[in-house]
Antibody, heavy 122, light 109 residues
Framework: EVQLLESGGGLVQPGGSLRLSCAAS????????MSWVRQAPGKGLEWVSA????????YYADSVKGRFTISRDNSKNTLYLQMNSLRAEDTAVYYC???????????????WGQGTLVTVSS | DIQMTQSPSSLSASVGDRVTITCRAS??????LAWYQQKPGKVPKLLIY???TLQSGVPSRFSGSGSGTDFTLTISSLQPEDVATYYC???????????FGPGTKVDIK
């Protein structure tokens, strides 16, 4: 059974940093691209970033480019999102999501974690 | 960047009604289009990918169509458990991004 478990969310001041983790199990982690998707309270879904199975290719939404860094450790079956220079508008539930296929990096997502809440506030 | 729009933003229909939601891309995206259902307080669920391919386990009353810039999600006979917000998502096509539409909220009349 595929499982994705996010952690690392919390309250952080504007300008601060946070690192999210997503522990994966139930599939060959290194074979699939992974993404982070966020959802601000009461708002819609926003794709944030994607990384290839090997970690060699990464993509970002314009809203986080230069501030967030996606990475993965395939030996630990874990996905990360390093978030720097955080702003109030980054407040959201952050989901990690597994790519449906092994072919593309930015894919549709067949499994999602339960999410971790990041609140940026002074 | 390619923008995704959806219409309507919300709708209310009766049980058994046929419901259609439209998604439009600002540029052609071939068939790189997925649909998700998100019930209140729940994680999004993949319904359709490649514009018209039903994800395993999804009821056959859901269907998708379209290619290029215009896409539709159809619920052939609305059920009470279909109350949710539905999102389209563009993926893979250049530039690589997974942009979502703003969502369509579906309620029972």
């Amino acid at each position: 059974e595929v499982q994705l478990l996010e952690s690392g969310g919390g309250l952080v001041q504007p300008g601060g940093s946070l690192r999210l983790s997503c522990a994966a199990s139930g599939f060959t982690f290194s074979s699939y691209a992974m993404s982070w998707v966020r959802q601000a309270p009461g708002k819609g879904l926003e794709w944030v970033s994607a990384i290839s199975g090997s970690g060699g290719s990464t993509y970002y939404a314009d809203s986080v480019k230069g501030r967030f860094t996606i990475s993965r450790d395939n030996s630990k079956n874990t996905l990360y999102l390093q978030m720097n220079s955080l702003r109030a508008e980054d407040t959201a539930v952050y989901y990690c999501a597994k790519a449906l296929t092994m072919i593309v990096v930015v894919s549709s997502f067949d499994y999602w974690g339960q999410g971790t809440l990041v609140t940026v506030s002074s | 960047d390619i923008q995704m729009t959806q219409s309507p933003s919300s709708l209310s229909a009766s049980v058994g009604d046929r419901v259609t939601i439209t998604c439009r891309a600002s540029q052609g995206i071939s068939n790189y289009l997925a649909w998700y259902q998100q019930k209140p307080g729940k994680v999004p669920k993949l319904l359709i990918y490649a514009a018209s391919t039903l994800q395993s386990g999804v009821p056959s009353r859901f269907s998708g169509s379209g290619s290029g810039t215009d896409f539709t999600l159809t619920i052939s006979s609305l059920q009470p458990e279909d109350v949710a917000t539905y999102y389209c998502q563009k993926y893979n096509s250049a530039p690589p991004s997974g942009t979502f539409g703003p969502g369509t909220k579906v309620d029972i009349k």
